[in-house]
């Protein structure tokens, strides 16, 4: 099948798989999507990865076996003015001169608006929850993207959703009664294998750990932070590390930690290249806490479980509750409270039973339920129903 694939990607994980690949544009960052792609290449399938960039000049086509990337040169501001008309044009017209059989398009933004303008049948992927993306984020940018995801709903036919919740938002403010597929996220073998190998246990005293992108209210990191400043209290041994982007040395996160007396113990690392991010939460790490309020479906929690690491989150938070099985496979509190995360962290660096087992509960769902092999097994069932009709 020749598959359009209409996303932001990283754009360095698939480089060596086209010529001048070492010339690629950054592009996004959203490594998920390339192992995707990847994966179905593997299936014999021939993609084209259409997406943009800010650092380009002209439009870009870069030439593979299986592969073609075809890249649109983004504005790095003021997009959302037209709703991305720019961009969408440019990846209309790449989309219409290829005529690929099927394009996946993923957020219900740019990329689905410009596939359902192209004419060719259309997958769109709902990755988040838009009316709640812009009750935290009150700006222009995301006004915009709401009204663009009410045209996709308008014009779209064939949805899927990465969780149940998300498919539930989606019907109750954009399209009622839509026909929405749920297909989670999925991950590659790899990082499960990651998760096969036991961690020594740390003598040192209990790391624990966030993965979270930008210091928001939605991410509401600082309830991680004084929920560990009760755990550092009694266990002056443990740890914090902080992963991501607004999360490094001298960043918003440390400096709001500094200025209230909350930064001993804890490790602001930032953001790390993805294969070394997995590797130093898989080796260094014995719990997760992901206090975000807002999450369609957390990559991050995700690569946690795969991981084999506890993760604790929030009970009301759109889509960690699929991912955890409502409880069972992992710990949800109310992460507006920082009491009730702490002391579901103290339970779990107490308990090195208790820590294991929802370790290993979480590890084995998500290695039936989330590989990405069995999720792209049911894309390729929806390409293959979307064309029939």
């Known amino acids: 099948m020749n598959i359009g694939f209409a996303s932001p990607v990283s754009l360095q994980f698939l480089s060596h798989l086209v010529v001048g690949g070492e010339t690629l544009p950054k592009g996004y960052q959203f490594a998920p999507a390339a192992d ?3 994966e179905l290449i593997g299936r014999g399938h021939h993609v084209t990865v259409y997406t943009t960039a800010t650092d380009i000049e002209t439009v870009r086509t870069f030439l593979g076996d299986g592969l073609t990337i075809r890249i649109a040169r983004g504005r ?4 959302g003015r037209d709703f991305f008309a720019v961009e969408r044009n440019q990846l209309k ?4 001169e290829d005529q690929c059989q099927l394009i996946h398009a993923h957020w219900t933004y740019q990329f689905a608006l410009a596939a359902l303008a192209s004419g060719i ?3 769109v992927t709902i990755h988040d929850l838009p009316w709640k993306v812009l009750y935290y984020f009150k700006d222009a940018h995301r006004a915009a993207r709401l009204l663009m995801a009410y045209q996709v709903a308008l014009k779209g036919r064939h949805f899927s959703a990465v969780s149940e919740e998300t498919a539930s938002h989606f019907r109750t403010y954009f399209k009622p009664r839509a026909k929405i597929h749920v297909i989670p996220n999925g991950l590659p073998d790899s990082v499960f294998e990651l998760g096969g190998r036991s961690r020594e246990d740390n003598k040192h005293g209990i790391v624990f750990a966030s ?5 928001s209210r939605r991410k509401n990191a600082d309830a991680a932070i004084k929920a560990f400043r009760i755990i550092h209290q009694d266990e002056p041994s443990s740890r914090l590390l902080m992963f991501g982007v607004d999360y490094e040395p001298g960043g918003p996160a440390h400096r709001w930690a500094i200025e209230r007396n909350l930064a001993e113990g804890i490790t602001f690392v930032g953001a790390l290249p993805y294969d070394k991010l997995l590797q130093r939460v898989g080796w260094e790490v014995d719990v997760i806490v992901h206090p975000s309020l807002d999450e369609a479906f957390s990559m991050a929690a995700l690569e946690a479980v795969a991981l084999r690491k506890p993760v604790i989150a929030g009970s009301s938070t759109p889509g960690m509750r699929e991912i955890l099985d409502f409880g069972r496979s992992g710990v949800l509190v ?8 702490a002391k579901a962290m103290a339970k779990l ?3 090195a039973d208790y820590r294991n087992e ?3 509960r979480g590890f084995e769902r998500a290695s039936t339920l989330y590989r990405l092999n069995v999720v792209m097994s049911q894309y390729e069932e929806m390409y293959k129903t979307i064309l029939k009709s």
């Open 36 to 38: 995707w792609v990847k």
């Open 76 to 79: 790095a501001k003021g997009a």
């Open 93 to 96: 017209q790449m989309m219409v």
């Open 121 to 123: 049948p259309t997958l």
């Open 211 to 215: 993965v979270l992108q930008g210091w």
């Open 334 to 341: 109310d992460v507006r409270n920082p009491d009730l995360i």
């Open 349 to 351: 660096a107490k308990d």
């Open 358 to 360: 929802m370790g290993k």
